[in-house]
């Protein structure tokens, strides 16, 4: 039971952070990138840093550390998410940031020698083919902004793959708030380094951010983790790779992006994707029983 209610907390998400890409855009018209990350990662330490505030104490060099590189690689991801999106639409950001799906069995493969089952290279090769679908050109190029978001789905692949092997070894209160306060600090410092300290924001623009830092980073990165003590990191990807679904969904209700073919062959390829890798998940569990 702990296993399917996790898998519904991870599909939850998803449809939280493809209303993520959306809010993104909207802020990025009177915000710049690492202004937005500032904001975004400064209220998810506050809000984390209250909630948990009894947890944190007597966290451990071996905790602090853990979280530490979970923060690294989520400031790489969107740092490059975010400045990738100035360059293409929500909908192309959003599915290839689903990338990390096809990478993340083979961080593990390499870091822990973790064997990868059929299905779910299958189910992430499919992912990829839907991506691509969505996201390629006729000729099969890319511009900068699907590139620098192509190196974004890396950084959020190492997230996902440290976040499964670190919340079964240390507390997970512990490991979000160090996660956030590290980005938070690498955001920070990055936007007085690229000159983006002055700030001339227009209501949708907080607005856009408050959604941001409170319900896409706080509520997410607290279910996301939780839910991941019950769901490896190969599966985790591939569900959270729905995001891209979500976030084309939003961009089209919302922003009025133009629907085509291959955007809605696109998406099923993708849910079929996770319904073959969770099918896997199910023999698999049946098998050690």
Not at 58 to 82: C, H, N, P
Not at 83 to 105: C, D, E, H, I, R
Request: proline letters at 1%; hydrophobic letters at 55%; one cysteine or more.
């Amino acid at each position: 039971m702990k296993k399917y209610l996790a898998i519904a907390g991870l599909v939850l998400v998803t449809v939280i952070w493809g209303g993520g890409f959306v809010a993104s855009d909207m802020a990025l018209e009177s915000l710049s990138p690492f202004q937005i990350m500032t904001v975004r990662f400064l209220l998810a330490s506050v809000l984390m840093g209250m909630i948990s505030i009894r947890g944190i104490k007597g966290a451990t060099r071996d905790e602090v550390k853990a979280g530490f590189y979970m923060g690294v690689s989520l400031f790489a991801a969107f740092a490059l998410q975010i400045v990738g999106l100035q360059y293409t639409t929500p909908s192309k950001n959003a599915f290839l940031t689903a990338l990390n799906v096809v990478m993340v069995p083979f961080i593990a493969f390499v870091f822990l020698r973790k064997k990868i089952g059929a299905k779910s290279i299958i189910g992430a090769v499919m992912a990829i083919v839907g991506v691509g679908l969505l996201s390629l050109n006729k000729n099969l190029t890319l511009g900068i902004g699907d590139a620098l978001t192509l190196l974004c789905a890396a950084g959020f692949a190492f997230q996902i793959f440290f976040t499964s092997e670190f919340v079964k070894k240390y507390r997970p209160v512990v490991l979000n708030f160090v996660q956030m306060c590290t980005a938070f600090f690498l955001s920070l410092i990055s936007m007085f380094v690229f000159g983006e300290w002055h700030f001339d924001v227009t209501t949708k623009g907080w607005l856009s951010v408050l959604y941001l830092g409170v319900i896409s980073t706080t509520l997410c990165y607290l279910l996301q983790t939780e839910c991941q003590k019950y769901v490896d990191e190969t599966k985790a990807a591939i569900i959270l790779s729905m995001e891209s679904v979500f976030g084309t969904m939003f961009s089209i209700i919302i922003l009025h992006e133009k629907v085509t073919l291959k955007m809605v062959a696109g998406c099923v390829i993708i849910l079929a994707a996770v319904i073959i890798s969770n099918l896997a998940e199910t023999e698999q569990s049946a098998s050690d029983s």
